[in-house]
């Protein structure tokens, strides 16, 4: 009967209304449909895509191929199938990533309370906000060595790096003096006045000479709130990053192996990471951009 027209309105009976006049559940008729070979009701209703699933799981499979970075989320996949064309919702791509195997594999997180740094971390313009931390990775011929970085809270864009056998805090502040080189033309005192640079609690931080040279180039310290990495989240994202796309994945021989690795890393991804919040667009290309519009 939900294929007769009727003859006022001339359209087809709905299905529910039906169903409710000879108190037939839905889903009866739709398994029914599915098991006589129904198309019409067995097939997903709404507009039909131009790709089939199938044609988009490969076109999928091609963009994880020859992306530069590994394990890509779904909203960055989705970014580059636009860019090849192939129009597809976020929850399409979601599920035929899921369905098919080709999400990162995530470890499973805990409920947080509330933080107790509730405001933004985030700039509008470039050189207002840095954060700096430091990871440790390993060496085969000089064991455990470490990476210091320097991250911009505006673009997303790592302004200074340092690998080191010494972790103390020269160390710390080689990427600090690389930033202020790269954003403010060079070093000498108060060059960078108006800079905050936000730091966790580590003793590298925590030093005096530390916040001597800070004072002396004219940087504000801030220091995150103790027991929140969410404060310092721009840099904590970032060393994320680094490890799931250049540290884990490489053996290092010794130091020098793992500085030339790392210095390749950081060039692509401040050249070609995707950056969401800024609309898809690399940490160099968003520096570019505020600058433009500054």
Request: with cysteine.
């Amino acid at each position: 009967m939900s294929r007769r027209r009727s003859p006022l309105m001339g359209k087809r009976y709905p299905l529910r209304t039906v169903c409710e006049v000879w108190r037939v559940p839905r889903s009866t008729v739709y398994a029914v449909a599915a098991a006589m070979g129904d198309s019409c009701l067995a097939a997903k209703r709404g507009p039909k895509t131009v790709q089939s699933d199938a044609e988009v799981v490969a076109v999928i499979r091609e963009v994880l191929t020859t992306s530069p970075f590994h394990s890509e989320g779904h909203r960055k996949v989705r970014v580059r199938l636009r860019q090849r064309g192939v129009r597809v919702g976020k929850a399409r791509v979601l599920r035929l990533m899921r369905v098919h195997g080709l999400l990162a594999p995530t470890r499973p997180g805990h409920v947080h309370g509330d933080p107790a740094h509730a405001g933004r971390i985030t700039t509008d313009r470039p050189d207002e906000l840095w954060g700096t931390d430091a990871t440790c990775f390993w060496t085969e011929q000089d064991g455990w060595c470490w990476f210091f970085g320097a991250i911009d809270h505006g673009t997303d864009e790592l302004v200074g790096w340092k690998t080191t056998k010494r972790g103390d805090r020269w160390a710390a502040l080689e990427p600090l003096y690389q930033g202020v080189r790269y954003a403010f033309g060079g070093v000498r005192k108060d060059v960078a006045r108006g800079l905050t640079v936000r730091t966790d609690w580590g003793p590298q931080y925590t030093a005096h000479a530390f916040g001597a040279e800070l004072r002396w180039l004219g940087i504000q310290h801030s220091p995150s709130f103790v027991g929140e990495p969410q404060c310092n989240g721009v840099i904590e994202r970032f060393m994320r990053t680094l490890k799931e796309q250049c540290l884990w994945l490489h053996r290092f021989i010794d130091l020098a192996h793992a500085e030339r690795e790392i210095a390749v890393f950081i060039e692509r991804y401040n050249a070609e990471w995707l950056v969401e919040r800024h609309g898809h667009c690399s940490p160099r290309a968003v520096r570019a951009k505020m600058q433009a519009a500054a």
